[in-house]
């Protein structure tokens, strides 16, 4: 196995070029109103794949390029529908967003949340979900079938950090950001999540609803506060798992992960210690802990299976899985042995196959247009590495990954308008669901995205590194959640899970 940090991968986990003119002005305030160019009834027919998604409508959508001009340029925004099993049950739609920002085929979540997706370990919502709500899944603006972008990269292959040192990596960031500005600089100032929420308002528009829920899952936990504080009158019932943290958006939200990085190497060693007879990492938690960074220290020093595997592979292992598979591979690239098949990863909800002629980088193009465009990023290349310096230093874990370079700091187009930091225009508490240990986003971000929504929000905490909880087997999780989309009816507390099998 290599864990190559690719553009795409490096991205996905950590996530002074040419001057673009920005006329996405738009406005800033709650309950902000969207002129999406008037009702537009969706032309629904049947989507690519054929049976494999029977039952899944599909339909294109007109919308603004810029919001702040609605009569001018429109671009295309494909959305998805499963239609409410109990039409005498139905009361509105569910809006789906998986995550991202980037993620493509996200039009057919609403196949999946009706019959699960069994090759990932996800379940289908409950029956009552299923009566109550027209599934509604979209590919956000500029992502798989929704006007694409490229940013003329391959998918992976243009990684940072280059292992090469800092300035390769600058020179790397730079590279990536200026291919951008050259290919896609038309759509890079109309990329952010306020026009995404923007899109979504649209959509309801479109479908003739006066409110929508919604389920959304890592950046789309953070799209749904933005939406629910952008349009708070049309808001219903939000369900959020994998919750980001809104105040840090992007560049403060990625140091963040840094410490999370060693509670994950913590959390390891607690569980490997008590172990030692079987495992033979070391008798106590510290001495697991060493044998977990000396072998990083070596792989950096000399990496192994003919120079692919570095003590990065380690430190994503240490990231991205449970305790199980780490000491697997902890073991495995201790001995000389040759190398064994590669673990599976804690679940999560991969894209599906991309659609033909679909530009491999689009995922990257988004994910990064996103980040870059919703809020200010350091421009100075010393900021970084002052970040590099200190953060390797204090989090051996993840801190290099997190601190260092991205494109954004070249990016060719800068923010038209601030972020939403503090959703609290939302109009009435959600039901939010995160893991202890998630590297992706951290617990304590979803904690302070607890604060700042409307009292009475409740929390599912759950002991587990996974990065998607609802919809996972586990009924401490799945039962509040589905019951919550059906009824209404909240928790009388937040909620203490323990994992799933596979999420430990």
Not at 6 to 31: E, M
Not at 45 to 58: P, Q, S
Not at 271 to 281: I, K, S
Not at 486 to 501: E, I, V
Request: net charge negative; hydrophobic share 35%; glycine share 10%.
């Amino acid at each position: 196995m290599r864990l190559a940090l690719g553009v795409r991968a490096w991205v996905g986990a950590v996530v002074a070029g040419a001057s673009l003119a920005v006329s996405c002005a738009g406005v800033s305030s709650a309950a902000e109103p969207v002129d999406g160019g008037g009702r537009q009834p969706p032309q629904w027919h049947g989507c690519a794949g054929g049976d494999r998604f029977k039952g899944l409508e599909c339909a294109t959508l007109k919308v603004p390029l810029d919001y702040a001009k609605p009569g001018g340029r429109k671009i295309d925004l494909e959305i998805s529908r499963v239609k409410a099993a109990d039409p005498a049950e139905r009361r509105g739609i569910l809006l789906i967003n998986p995550g991202g920002p980037g993620g493509h085929n996200d039009i057919h979540q609403p196949y999946y949340f009706a019959h699960g997706r069994p090759e990932v370990g996800l379940k289908p919502v409950s029956k009552a979900v299923l009566d109550r709500y027209d599934l509604i899944g979209f590919d956000p603006r500029f992502s798989g079938q929704s006007t694409p972008i490229t940013c003329g990269l391959p998918d992976d292959g243009l990684g940072v950090p280059s292992g090469k040192g800092f300035e390769a990596d600058v020179a790397r960031s730079r590279t990536v950001a200026e291919s951008c500005g050259k290919e896609a600089g038309w759509a890079l100032p109309y990329i952010s999540t306020r026009n995404n929420a923007r899109d979504m308002d649209s959509i309801r528009q479109a479908l003739g609803a006066d409110k929508i829920s919604y389920a959304g899952k890592s950046y789309g936990s953070y799209l749904g506060m933005v939406y629910a504080d952008m349009f708070p009158e049309h808001t219903d019932r939000f369900e959020l798992d994998a919750v980001m943290d809104p105040s840090t958006v992007w560049y403060e939200g990625m140091l963040a992960k840094g410490p999370t990085g060693e509670l994950k190497l913590d959390r390891f060693s607690a569980w490997a210690a008590p172990r030692n007879e079987e495992l033979h990492l070391g008798d106590t938690p510290a001495t697991v802990r060493k044998t977990v960074l000396d072998l990083i220290t070596r792989l950096d020093e000399e990496p192994a299976d003919g120079g692919t595997v570095n003590g990065d592979v380690i430190r994503e292992v240490v990231q991205a899985f449970d305790n199980d598979a780490i000491a697997r591979e902890i073991q495995r690239w201790s001995s000389p042995q040759p190398p064994q098949p590669a673990p599976t990863a804690a679940p999560d909800e991969p894209a599906a196959d991309a659609p033909a002629g679909e530009h491999p980088d689009n995922y990257l193009a988004v994910k990064l247009g996103t980040m870059c465009g919703d809020a200010q990023w350091p421009r100075d290349p010393a900021v970084y590495k002052k970040n590099l310096e200190e953060y390797a230093k204090k989090y051996p874990i993840a801190g290099a990954m997190v601190a260092n370079i991205l494109p954004c700091a070249f990016w060719p187009s800068q923010p038209s308008e601030e972020p939403v930091l503090d959703p609290s225009h939302a109009p009435g508490p959600m039901l939010l669901s995160s893991g202890l240990y998630d590297f992706a986003t951290p617990f304590a971000g979803a904690e302070r995205a607890q604060e700042l929504l409307p009292a009475g929000t409740r929390m599912i905490k759950i002991d587990t590194v996974a990065h998607v909880n609802y919809r996972t087997g586990n009924p401490c999780v799945d039962d509040p959640a589905n019951t919550f989309l059906a009824t209404g009816k909240l928790p009388g507390k937040d909620l203490t899970c323990p994992a799933t099998a596979s999420g430990g």
